[in-house]
């Protein structure tokens, strides 16, 4: 993964250190397939995860597609490309999914992946949009003054007998929308080995119940990012941005090769009629990432979801992204069928 960046204005490498393997179950239920030559020489590699997640009211287990990775001197040959498509139709078929569709995301300025959709190449699956998606990356050095805990609610640390309850919040939360996790007891539970715990998960409650959650999950002992460069303008420019990005509470742009220093809000949730409260969580969260020394979060919505616009005042860096429901013929009507739900994921789980 490390010598296939993401392009973009800024060069990613998604890095998975000190084994691939230890990261898996942040996606959920992992299998990657690593194609090469006749004479083992690697061409490229793919991964499809499963976890459970709601469809039109119920959950079930729905297959994404994500890393996938072709060497560059491998792209222009489309026989690659599309004996991985057939391995994923195949995929299909094992019996660990239980949708005839992957769903699978794809960064708006990534003009590879792009060319590749438009290319009109015999035999590609249908790529049908789903939702455009915003990712938020929020310093943990800006000034909270303008969001706050609304009068009424309070905020404190979750505890082991706490679990219950959120996974109870999550599946209330989750069931309105389309292709959001679903997460019981057992796996929160098991998120455990990969970074997530009640130690960094936060509660909201009102009148002593809770109306809404948020975890701080720190990833990195398994799952890292990298600058690794960033497009001509910004390299040159770079060290000027960041004096006025660091004076507004901006993310700075990191030096090239710097592994990140963040994590992800996750597992954000408030039950309905209590939206007010999620500026002052979100700040909570952001206080405990400061304790951690963490520089930056993570967390994204769908672009229509209404949190976008309760965290407007929340200063961030923000990349778009487009979310699409990859079938064949066989799969057409329950993709399009799945399609019309509002849309909404976990980002930390990408």
Same mark, same amino acid.
């Given at each position: 993964?490390?010598?296939?960046?993401?392009?973009?204005?800024?060069?990613?490498?998604?890095?998975?250190?000190?084994?691939?393997?230890?990261?898996?179950?942040?996606?959920?239920?992992?299998?990657?397939?690593?194609?090469?030559t006749n004479e083992g020489e690697p061409v490229g590699? =793919?991964?499809?995860?499963?976890?459970?997640?709601?469809?039109?009211?119920?959950? *079930?287990? !729905?297959?994404?597609?994500?890393?996938?990775?072709?060497?560059?001197?491998?792209?222009?040959?489309?026989?690659?490309?599309?004996?991985?498509?057939?391995?994923?139709?195949?995929?299909?078929?094992?019996?660990?999914?239980? #949708?005839?569709?992957?769903? #699978?995301?794809?960064?708006?300025?990534?003009?590879?992946?792009? *060319?590749?959709?438009?290319?009109?190449?015999?035999?590609?699956?249908?790529?049908?949009?789903?939702?455009? =998606?915003?990712?938020?990356?929020?310093? #943990?050095?800006?000034?909270?003054?303008?969001?706050? +805990?609304?009068?009424?609610?309070?905020?404190?640390?979750?505890?082991?007998?706490?679990?219950?309850?959120?996974?109870?919040?999550?599946?209330?939360?989750?069931?309105?929308?389309?292709?959001?996790?679903?997460?019981?007891?057992?796996?929160?539970?098991?998120?455990?080995?990969?970074?997530?715990?009640?130690?960094?998960?936060?509660?909201?409650?009102?009148?002593?119940?809770?109306?809404?959650?948020?975890?701080?999950?720190?990833?990195?002992?398994?799952?890292?990012?990298?600058?690794?460069?960033?497009?001509?303008?910004?390299?040159?420019?770079?060290? !000027?941005?960041?004096?006025?990005?660091? !004076?507004?509470?901006?993310?700075?742009?990191?030096?090239?090769?710097?592994?990140?220093?963040?994590? =992800?809000?996750?597992?954000l949730a408030i039950m309905a009629g209590n939206e007010?409260?999620?500026?002052?969580?979100?700040?909570?969260?952001?206080?405990?990432? *400061?304790?951690?020394?963490?520089?930056?979060? +993570?967390?994204?919505?769908?672009?229509?979801?209404?949190?976008?616009?309760?965290?407007?005042?929340l200063r961030a860096l923000r990349y778009r992204s487009?979310?699409?429901?990859?079938?064949?013929?066989?799969?057409?009507?329950?993709?399009?069928?799945?399609?019309?739900?509002? =849309?909404?994921?976990?980002?930390?789980?990408?």
């Amino acid at each position: 993964m490390s010598s296939t960046p993401l392009p973009g204005w800024a060069t990613i490498s998604f890095e998975r250190e000190p084994s691939y393997f230890a990261a898996c179950p942040i996606e959920g239920d992992s299998r990657t397939l690593l194609a090469s030559t006749n004479e083992g020489e690697p061409v490229g590699f =793919f991964s499809r995860s499963v976890r459970r997640a709601w469809i039109n009211g119920e959950h *079930r287990r !729905l297959g994404y597609l994500g890393q996938l990775r072709v060497l560059p001197h491998w792209r222009a040959r489309s026989r690659v490309i599309l004996r991985g498509f057939e391995q994923c139709r195949e995929l299909l078929n094992d019996g660990r999914q239980e #949708t005839p569709y992957y769903l #699978t995301s794809i960064l708006s300025d990534n003009t590879t992946a792009a *060319r590749l959709l438009n290319s009109g190449i015999k035999g590609m699956p249908t790529y049908l949009p789903v939702s455009e =998606f915003v990712t938020l990356v929020a310093s #943990t050095k800006q000034g909270f003054a303008a969001l706050k +805990v609304p009068r009424g609610f309070k905020i404190r640390q979750a505890s082991p007998s706490d679990l219950d309850s959120i996974a109870t919040l999550l599946q209330t939360y989750g069931r309105q929308f389309g292709m959001y996790p679903y997460w019981d007891s057992a796996e929160l539970r098991a998120l455990g080995t990969v970074g997530w715990d009640m130690e960094n998960t936060l509660l909201l409650l009102k009148d002593g119940q809770p109306v809404g959650c948020g975890t701080l999950w720190d990833q990195r002992a398994c799952r890292q990012q990298r600058v690794t460069g960033y497009a001509p303008l910004l390299a040159g420019t770079r060290s !000027l941005l960041n004096v006025p990005l660091k !004076l507004a509470g901006y993310p700075v742009l990191p030096r090239p090769g710097k592994v990140l220093n963040q994590a =992800f809000l996750s597992h954000l949730a408030i039950m309905a009629g209590n939206e007010q409260a999620l500026p002052g969580l979100a700040v909570s969260l952001l206080n405990l990432a *400061r304790t951690r020394r963490l520089d930056t979060v +993570v967390l994204g919505f769908a672009d229509t979801h209404p949190y976008l616009a309760a965290l407007r005042k929340l200063r961030a860096l923000r990349y778009r992204s487009r979310f699409f429901l990859v079938h064949w013929d066989e799969g057409r009507q329950a993709a399009r069928d799945a399609a019309r739900q509002a =849309f909404h994921t976990e980002v930390a789980c990408l």
